[in-house]
Every structure is written in C-alpha cells, then in structure tokens.
C-alpha cells in the first residue's frame, strides 16, 4: 500500500499563487506518474497536470503556463506551482500516484484531496 499526504491548499484572490505538495510513503516499489487532477461543484474529475518517472510533463490546456508541475525523486513527492490563478480554478485538487508493484502489477493512488479557493 501507497499512502499520499498533501498539503498546500487554502484561500487566494486571483492573480495570486499557491504551491500544492503530495508525499507518497509507504510500499513503494516504483513509481511510474505522479499527478494532479481537480474537481469542481458539479464537474467531473479532470486532469490538471501529470509528470512521468523521467520527468515528462504534460498539463490541461486551461492551466498551460500558469501551473508548473515537478517531482523530487529522492522524496516522492510531487509539488504544483499554481500561479496567476483564476476563480475557475477553484475546485478540491487531488494527488494521484501511478504505482508499479515487483510483480509489475499497475495501482493508481489518491489523496484525500486539498481545497483551493480563489476569491476576492
């Protein structure tokens, strides 16, 4: 078993920045994605941002260059760099872990997810 823990969420007016982290802890064997997904009132889950084991990056059209995704390897932990953010922003973020076991089975892991309000 994979636990994540994140942090970082709260409240920002627009234009401002916020940095999520998530740390995986426990039976880790490998670990294959590391990434952030969203949810709003009313919305289904979308992928926010995604980065792969050698570092490959790929992001929602809606958050390219405003978010930055980076992974520390030596950590597993994942951070969100969130800037110039927008009230459509808002929504429960969501860490997400792709994790291959030694019998190369493929598990996916979620968080508990963080609130991040973006209001005046």
């Known amino acids: 078993q994979v636990q994540l823990v994140e942090s970082g969420g709260g409240l920002v007016q627009p234009g401002g920045s916020l940095r999520l982290s998530c740390a995986a802890s426990?039976?880790?064997?490998?670990?294959?994605?590391m990434g952030w997904f969203r949810q709003a009132p009313g919305k289904e889950r979308e992928l926010v941002a995604v980065?792969?084991?050698?570092?490959?990056?790929n992001y929602a059209d809606s958050v390219k260059g405003r978010f930055t995704i980076s992974r520390d390897n030596n950590k597993n932990t994942v951070y969100l760099q969130m800037d110039s953010l927008k009230a459509e922003d808002t929504a429960v973020y969501l860490c997400?872990?792709?994790?291959?076991?030694?019998?190369?089975?493929?598990?996916?892991?979620w968080g508990q997810g963080t609130q991040v309000l973006v209001s005046s």
């Open positions: 997400n872990v792709r994790h291959q076991t030694r019998r190369l089975n493929v598990e996916d892991y």
């Open positions: 426990g039976s880790i064997f490998s670990i294959i994605a």
């Open positions: 980065i792969s084991s050698r570092s490959g990056t």
